[in-house]
């Protein structure tokens, strides 16, 4: 298979097809008016207001080789032209007032440079044997008008995203990592890949130095993917979609869960799973809820009984309301859940994104009601381990 089309592979797996890009080509008009199409990158990661683009380089296997060549390889193709191709991609950003792009759903979507927040550039090469070590362990290239540029060979790659699993995780890593480089710089180029992963997921403070025994955290992580893995839930909103005016409209809703680390989507799928549980015994229950202050936004589940089926709408809606004004949210997603003939289930969905605004008669009904669950912090290690290992990367969210 070719380099690219791997990548292209594991993105789309990895990251869903609704926020990947390999055919990236788009048709602008030159400065003589002419119009031209050009490639924005080899492959684009988009979610919100952030994105990664991919320069890929790959090694040709034409007999034997020296490690001078690979070492002129390297420098043509990956330092100077790689790193070329990422200045051509941030220059096309800033001077396309929008870009349209089709993703692996095949569903086009608009990008808009001035929107992106967090942008990280990175050039993945594949290389040979022979290249020679301290290029091999290469970890950036620092542009004056690029800022840095991530350099990662495909099979650490590889390695990162099947350790680190959800694109919010991978795009923490790489801002992460960007901090790593800025503190510790040539340093970092004595060390693996895995030393930087591993640093990651066990210490998560950047300000303490990286080393090569960090690296033993990737043998010890236990994903336990079953308690947190919500990807099923995710593909099922584009197969259920059948409205051909607007097929991205559940786009709101699965751009918000792709944002989640695993910690968050650890407590999404107990109250998920909770909220099923209530309906398939018709039980009578307050909705479960969380907020995430740092995406400003919330989650409000609630289950069904079948006396309440019927004004499934209107709940859906004042619940939702009601828990993004008790949080102070800027966005809050309310989902609804209710059996259906044959034992099975059915989710509601519904988004409310706005600025907080006072209400005093919604307090009022708030204070004078008990819709809710008393809030509590929840502070848990994001990554566990199949040994005793001192991990002292933590975070906490708000969750009933």
């Not at 990422?86 to 096309?92: E, G, I, N």
């Not at 336990?224 to 584009?238: G, N, P």
Request: aromatic fraction near 10%; hydrophobic fraction near 35%; include cysteine.
């Amino acid at each position: 298979m070719p380099f690219e089309d791997e990548i292209a592979e594991l993105n789309q797996a990895y990251f869903f097809r609704e926020f990947t890009y390999s055919n990236t080509n788009f048709r602008t008009r030159n400065e003589d008016d002419v119009e031209v199409e050009l490639e924005l990158a080899d492959s684009l990661l988009s979610i919100e207001d952030s994105a990664v683009i991919f320069q890929l380089k790959e090694r040709e296997v034409q007999g034997d080789s020296t490690l001078e060549r690979e070492r002129t390889w390297f420098e043509n193709k990956v330092l100077r032209k790689g790193t070329k191709q990422v200045r051509d991609t941030l220059r096309y950003l800033e001077s396309e007032e929008e870009i349209t792009l089709k993703n692996h759903r095949e569903h086009e979507i608009t990008l808009r440079g001035s929107s992106i927040a967090n942008l990280y550039k990175l050039v993945v090469f594949q290389g040979r044997p022979e290249l020679p070590d301290e290029l091999a362990k290469k970890k950036y290239h620092e542009s004056n008008t690029a800022g840095v540029v991530h350099i990662i060979a495909a099979e650490d790659y590889k390695g990162i995203i099947s350790t680190l699993l959800t694109p919010a995780e991978f795009m923490d890593y790489l801002s992460y990592r960007e901090d790593l480089i800025d503190l510790w710089g040539e340093h970092l180029n004595t060390l693996p890949e895995q030393a930087l992963v591993g640093h990651y997921i066990m210490i998560g403070n950047v300000e303490e130095k990286p080393e090569l025994r960090h690296s033993y955290a990737l043998a010890m992580i236990d994903h336990r993917a079953e308690e947190w893995d919500i990807s099923v839930v995710i593909r099922l909103f584009a197969d259920r979609i059948i409205d051909a005016e607007s097929p991205t409209g559940y786009y709101p809703i699965i751009s918000t869960l792709a944002q989640l680390n695993r910690g968050d989507l650890r407590q999404f799928k107990q109250r998920y799973s909770l909220s099923i549980d209530a309906v398939r015994a018709n039980n009578q229950e307050l909705p479960y809820r969380m907020a995430i202050p740092r995406l400003n936004c919330g989650f409000i589940f609630i289950p069904l009984t079948l006396e309440e089926i019927p004004h499934q709408g209107e709940l859906i809606r004042a619940l939702t309301e009601a828990h993004k004004y008790d949080q102070r949210l800027e966005k809050c997603i309310g989902i609804t859940f209710s059996v259906v003939e044959g034992g099975g289930y059915d989710v509601g969905w519904c988004v409310i994104n706005c600025p907080w605004e006072q209400d005093d008669e919604l307090a009022n009904f708030i204070a004078s009601n008990r819709l809710f669950r008393e809030v509590r912090t929840v502070e848990e290690n994001h990554y566990t381990f199949n040994e005793n290992v001192v991990v002292r990367r933590v975070g906490g969210d708000e969750q009933d």
